[in-house]
């Protein structure tokens, strides 16, 4: 594809889709093939998406839909087979600056502090750590992780530890933070209370939030717009926008409208036989 | 009950009492000092009992004769092996990490450096130490060439084990935040990999002891491998004996420094974990 087909592509793209001068990723006829011994696996197929300025968008799907690689593709871990991916205005090659980024593990180094973990990033950014001590300390302080700070990651309970990974991917004020299942390994309560933190941090800084998950409450609790994809190849199947009040509470996955929203994404897997098999 | 009616007894008795509290203290030294006390009277006891010749089988007490019959000379003989041992020891270390970082960043390396080492790792390097001797005389290099001959490998099949363990996630995590390999390696591959290290390390200091006898016994005239071959030459059974004593001590003092270094190095670690009372 030509320079000039692409950006008419991108551009025609803009015209049709909805607000789209203000994304700040954009994701245009994304496929992403594997090479495996059955021969190639296609990933993602035919992906187009606008991730808003300040919105939290997430993605929702079962195992092997695709959502991992979605989310490695857009941080520069892995590179897409075609199609293109712009950030900000500029196309993406390798890492995008600006980015915070958040695993289903934790991926805290034994060997450091939780300071010192937190501040990891800004050290490979070639930053000077020093000036973000504070921060950093302030940072762990809205996590409840203040006197931690000092402690080793062993010390900690899983969603202290998930907690120090979130501060890890804030400290360096990223404008977009890419966070993949990083509640599925925990236990529920601890999942449900880090689901209101994350909701607290987003609505106080308005960054922009890319989430993964496969639970269909915490999607519909945490976010703006649902993206729901499938597998098989993996593709985004509907987006689906979530109209409910802001802020959110945990009781509120009682209301009917709360209840409407899950029900109207199950409908989706249902049709695509994700429940069946 | 008072203190003044306590305190009186307990400082009149005070030696006793510090050493009773040594003595209780740590049950797995007052095994080892039982256990020790009993094998030994029962090796003397049976050398007097069954008359066996001193040179055949010499009794603990013919050994510690001779331990103190010339101490200076024995320290110095035993100061000529360890610098041997010490110096082959951290050659290996020093050569074995930098050739385990060239294995594990390099296809090249690892297919003929890693290859070719294991390949000779089956040659009985005992069996090469006369050429050694052939090579570079009977002076003290040829010690400390069989000590890093005897002791690199293990060095450096733990290191690469240890920099090739390096999670997959934090790679991700630095190459996100556009870490340079220089970084991932200091950073992450580095102190990941210092668990397997002084594995290695551990194994290495015990095998660069064994390396310099061997070098000792094909040609020296000093250390304790010269002490242990010039004694048997002589039939002095306690001195042979003296001199492998000498020997297992700065053994278990060698392996028990590196664990204190890596303690030190790594309090992070699993193996060293203690955790605070206070939470």
């Not at chain 1, 991926?107 to 001590?133: A, C, I, Q, S």
Request: net charge neutral; glycine share 8%.
């Amino acid at each position: 594809m030509t320079m000039a087909a692409a950006s008419a592509q991108a551009d025609m793209a803009d015209n049709s889709g909805v607000q789209a001068a203000d994304a700040l990723v954009k994701l245009r006829s994304v496929y992403k093939t594997y090479q495996s011994e059955r021969g190639n696996v296609l990933a993602l197929e035919n992906v187009n998406l606008d991730i808003r300025q300040g919105e939290f968008l997430s993605l929702l799907g079962p195992s092997g839909c695709g959502k991992s690689t979605l989310l490695r593709c857009l941080a520069g871990l892995e590179r897409i087979s075609s199609g293109e991916v712009w950030v900000r205005g500029n196309e993406l090659a390798g890492p995008p600056e600006d980015l915070g980024i958040v695993f289903q593990r934790d991926m805290l180094l034994d060997w450091r502090t939780v300071l010192d973990n937190v501040l990891l990033p800004l050290e490979f950014l070639r930053r000077p750590t020093k000036g973000y001590v504070e921060p950093a300390l302030k940072l762990l302080e809205t996590f409840g992780l203040r006197r931690s700070a000092d402690r080793y990651p062993w010390e900690l309970s899983g969603g202290m530890r998930q907690r120090v990974a979130i501060c890890r991917a804030l400290l360096s004020d990223p404008a977009l933070l890419l966070m993949d299942e990083p509640f599925g390994a925990l236990d529920a309560i601890t999942r449900d209370n880090l689901n209101i933190e994350l909701q607290r941090i987003w609505t106080q800084t308005h960054k922009t939030i890319l989430f993964i998950t496969h639970s269909i409450s915490e999607a519909i609790l945490l976010s703006n717009r649902v993206a729901v994809m499938a597998r098989d190849p993996g593709r985004i199947e509907e987006i689906v926008e979530v109209d409910l009040p802001w802020p959110r509470t945990l009781a509120m996955r009682e209301t009917p409208e709360f209840i409407h929203h899950a029900a109207a994404v199950r409908k989706i897997f249902e049709r695509l036989g994700a429940f069946t098999g | 009950m008072t203190d003044s009616a306590l305190t009186p007894p307990l400082t009149k008795t005070a030696p006793a009492s510090s050493l009773r509290r040594w003595w209780h203290g740590s049950s797995r030294l007052r095994f080892l000092i039982v256990f020790t006390v009993v094998v030994l009277g029962l090796w003397e006891w049976g050398c007097w009992v069954t008359g066996v010749r001193s040179f055949t089988f010499p009794a603990p007490s013919l050994v510690w004769r001779e331990l103190i019959a010339d101490p200076v000379w024995l320290a110095q003989n035993t100061a000529y092996s360890l610098g041997a041992a010490l110096a082959g020891f951290a050659i290996s270390v020093a050569l074995g990490l930098l050739l385990s970082i060239g294995i594990v960043y390099s296809r090249i390396l690892d297919r003929t450096l890693f290859t070719s080492l294991v390949a000779t790792n089956a040659i009985p390097k005992v069996a090469i130490a006369p050429l050694f001797v052939l090579w570079i005389g009977t002076g003290i290099e040829s010690k400390v060439l069989m000590a890093v001959l005897v002791s690199i490998f293990p060095m450096v099949v733990d290191s690469v084990v240890g920099l090739r363990s390096v999670d997959p996630g934090t790679l991700d995590l630095a190459r996100t935040y556009r870490g340079s390999n220089l970084q991932i390696f200091w950073k992450i591959r580095f102190p990941g990999a210092l668990p397997s290290i002084f594995a290695g390390m551990k194994v290495a200091i015990s095998l660069a002891l064994v390396g310099t006898i061997v070098g000792e016994f094909v040609g020296s005239n000093w250390g304790l491998g010269f002490v242990i071959l010039q004694s048997q030459g002589q039939f002095n059974t306690p001195r042979v004996f003296a001199a492998i004593f000498v020997l297992s001590v700065l053994g278990i003092l060698l392996y028990q420094a590196v664990d204190l270094i890596e303690r030190r190095a790594m309090p992070w670690h699993v193996s060293h974990r203690n955790r605070h009372d206070d939470h």
